[in-house]
Nanobody
Framework: QVQLVESGGGLVQAGGSLRLSCAASGRTFARVAMGWFRQAPGKEREFVAVINWNGDTYYAVSVKGRFTISRDNAANTVYLQMNSLNPEDTAVYYC???????????????????WGQGTQVTVSS
């Protein structure tokens, strides 16, 4: 079981940037696909991005070209760089570890078994 702790959320104006971090425990981090999801008030949790063990990445259409997911296996950390933020990006952002998978193209939250507590991102207009 991977334990995850997110940080880096906050309040930013539209057009601004934030970088989220997710620190993971566990010696198997390098062999686990890692994802970011978000949940806005009154909405279901939605996929944002995933990065696989080999660095392959996949993004939601709504964030492609603005967000970048990356990982530092030596530091057991995954990042989400968010640029050109808009109010529709306001949500609690969660990082998650795939269930026993080093590689996944799944965008379903059910494919991810360990979750962080979430970090709030608020974008003002």
């Amino acid at each position: 079981q991977v334990q995850l702790v997110e940080s880096g959320g906050g309040l930013v104006q539209a057009g601004g940037s934030l970088r989220l971090s997710c620190a993971a425990s566990g010696r198997t981090f390098a062999r686990v696909a890692m994802g970011w999801f978000r949940q806005a008030p009154g909405k279901e949790r939605e996929f944002v991005a995933v990065i696989n063990w080999n660095g392959d990445t996949y993004y939601a259409v709504s964030v492609k070209g603005r967000f970048t997911i990356s990982r530092d296996n030596a530091a057991n950390t995954v990042y989400l760089q968010m640029n050109s933020l808009n109010p529709e990006d306001t949500a609690v952002y969660y990082c998650a570890a795939a269930r026993g998978a080093a590689y996944t193209t799944s965008r379903s939250s059910s494919s991810f078994g360990s979750w962080g507590q979430g970090t709030q991102v608020t974008v003002s207009s």
